[in-house]
């Protein structure tokens, strides 16, 4: 049984930080591409970034803000957010996906508010 498990999110006040992670379970960690979406309500999900074994991807958004990385003993993937802005407030969701497969966490809410 494949999990994605998200943990980290919470309340945080405009200039904090916060560092997500997520715990993949059931797959071969190493092949899959992973990656952390976010929506915010009454918007589309929108990707913020993408880890593979050579390449690291941000959206503009968030680039020189938030900082992705993978962990392949702990088969984790984290994203470190600084400097958040009230814009970055929205459920956060981990994506999985390799050969066709695609896997989705149940995300975790991130609120940036004074």
């Known amino acids: 049984q494949v999990q994605l498990v998200e943990s980290g999110g919470g309340l945080v006040r405009p200039g904090g930080s916060l560092r997500l992670s997520c715990a993949a379970s059931?797959?071969?960690?190493?092949?899959?591409?992973m990656s952390w979406y976010r929506q915010a309500p009454g918007k589309e999900r929108e990707l913020v970034a993408r880890?593979?074994?050579?390449?690291?991807a941000l959206a503009d958004s968030v680039k020189g803000r938030f900082i992705v990385s993978r962990d392949y003993d702990k088969n984790t993937v984290a994203l470190k957010m600084n400097s958040l802005q009230p814009d970055d407030t929205a459920v956060y969701y981990c994506h999985a996906t390799h050969a066709g497969r695609v896997y989705w966490g149940q995300g975790t809410q991130v609120t940036v508010s004074s």
């Open positions: 059931g797959i071969t960690f190493r092949l899959y591409a």
């Open positions: 880890v593979t074994s050579d390449t690291t």
